[in-house]
């Protein structure tokens, strides 16, 4: 799939498959973060893995672990997280499944809300 993502008033087009996302073209230069270092979908191997789905070059990036419903965002942005912190709540098949910071850091941009439907690899969280 092809999304346009708007991240610091720079627009982005991203290619996302399972397992990867490709940046395609901007409209405008990027300044302090990477599109692609954003959207980097997990391995398989990280796939139901909060802590892994950050990557390894975007250090703080959280994506959707699996698809499903956010149902609660149980943090904000400028708010300070420790290692372990629950930061979001994610429904998949009827369960309820909670995604954890694996860093201490400040939440940098939250790219869903409350009743969001999301794909394995879509971008959730960003800390730094």
Do not use: C, H, W
Not at 17 to 41: D, F, Y
Not at 84 to 95: N, W
């Amino acid at each position: 799939m092809i999304y346009r993502v708007t991240i610091n008033n720079n627009v982005y087009e991203v290619e996302v498959e399972e397992g990867k996302a490709s940046l395609l073209r901007t409209e405008a230069a990027p300044q302090a973060v990477a599109a692609a270092e954003i959207l980097e979908a997990p391995t398989s191997e990280a796939a139901f893995n909060p802590a892994a789905a950050s990557g390894g070059e975007a250090e703080g990036a959280f994506t959707a672990p699996m698809p499903g419903v956010v149902i609660d965002i149980l943090t904000a942005k400028g708010r300070r997280v420790k290692k372990g912190d629950p930061i979001m709540i994610i429904e998949a098949m009827k369960m309820e499944n909670e995604v954890s910071s694996n860093q201490n850091g400040t939440v940098v941009e939250i790219f869903v809300s409350r009743g969001a439907q999301v794909k394995t690899g879509d971008p959730l969280i960003l800390i730094n």
